[in-house]
T-cell receptor, first 112, second 117 residues
Framework: GENVEQHPSTLSVQEGDSAVIKCTYSDSASNYFPWYKQELGKRPQLIID?????GEKKDQRIAVTLNKTAKHFSLHITETQPEDSAVYFCAASRGYGNKLVFGAGTILRVKS | GAVVSQHPSWVICKSGTSVKIECRSL??????MFWYRQFPKQSLMLMAT?????????EQGVEKDKFLINHASLTLSTLTVTSAHPEDSSFYIC?????????????FGPGTRLTVL
C-alpha cells in the first residue's frame, strides 16, 4: 500500500523567512496530494492541494511542487508569520472516493 | 459549503461501555465517509472507509467488531466504540467526500475527543 514519508519532523524559522516541508510517496497510482494545517485539538484544515497533472500550484504565500518521476512533493511557505505555527501534514490519495494516507507531520514554529 | 459536523465533541466513559460518535455532512451528500484516529502528537491513521448503504472497509489491524461503522444515509455515518478501554482514548475524526462538491477533496469534521477511564 501507499507509504508517505515527511521531513522534517520539526522546523523552526524566524518570522519572515521561508519554510519548506518535503514528502515522498510510494504508490505511483496516487494522483492527489493535499496539505493540511492542524492546530492543537482542531480538525485538519486544507491549505493547498495539487493533482498529478500539474507540477506547481501557488496561493499567495503558499506553494506546492510535485515531481511525479521522483515521487515527491513539497510545501513552501514564504514570509512566515507567527500564526503559521502549527502542525502540517502532507497526504497522498488515488483520488475521489479513495483514502488519504498521511505523512507523520511537521511541527512548524515561527519565532517573532 | 461542504461542512461536516461531529457529535459529541468530547466524551468521557467508563471502561467496558460503548460510545457512539456521529458524523454528518450538513450541506452536501457524502457518498463516502472516512474515519480516522489520531493519538497525541501523532498523525491521522485511517480506520475505515464507509460508503452509503454498504459495509465499511476496515484498514488492517482495526477490529471491525470493536469499531462498528454504519453509513445509513448520504448525510450520516456513525462510529460505535464497543467495550471501550483506556487504550481506545484518542481523537476520532471523520471526513466526507462528494462528487457534487469536489471530486478529490475530503472535508473533515471537528473531531471527537474520547477519554476512557
Amino acid at each position: 500500500g501507499e507509504n508517505v514519508e515527511q521531513h522534517p519532523s520539526t522546523l523552526s524559522v524566524q518570522e519572515g523567512d521561508s519554510a519548506v516541508i518535503k514528502c515522498t510517496y510510494s504508490d505511483s497510482a496516487s494522483n492527489y496530494f493535499p496539505w493540511y494545517k492542524q492546530e492543537l485539538g482542531k480538525r485538519p484544515q486544507l491549505i493547498i492541494d495539487i493533482r498529478s497533472n500539474v507540477g506547481e500550484k501557488k496561493d499567495q504565500r503558499i506553494a506546492v511542487t510535485l515531481n511525479k518521476t521522483a515521487k515527491h512533493f513539497s510545501l513552501h511557505i514564504t514570509e512566515t508569520q507567527p500564526e503559521d505555527s502549527a502542525v502540517y501534514f502532507c497526504a497522498a490519495s488515488r483520488g475521489y472516493g479513495n483514502k488519504l494516507v498521511f505523512g507523520a507531520g511537521t511541527i512548524l514554529r515561527v519565532k517573532s | 459549503g461542504a461542512v461536516v459536523s461531529q457529535h459529541p465533541s468530547w466524551v468521557i466513559c467508563k471502561s467496558g461501555t460503548s460510545v457512539k460518535i456521529e458524523c454528518r455532512s450538513l450541506d452536501f451528500q457524502a457518498t463516502t465517509m472516512f474515519w480516522y484516529r489520531q493519538f497525541p502528537k501523532q498523525s491521522l491513521m485511517l480506520m475505515a472507509t464507509s460508503n452509503e448503504g454498504s459495509k465499511a472497509t476496515y484498514e488492517q489491524g482495526v477490529e471491525k467488531d470493536k469499531f462498528l461503522i454504519n453509513h445509513a444515509s448520504l448525510t450520516l455515518s456513525t462510529l460505535t466504540v464497543t467495550s471501550a478501554h483506556p487504550e481506545d482514548s484518542s481523537f476520532y475524526i471523520c471526513s466526507a467526500t462528494s462528487s457534487s462538491v469536489s471530486t478529490d477533496t475530503q472535508y473533515f469534521g471537528p473531531g471527537t475527543r474520547l477519554t476512557v477511564l
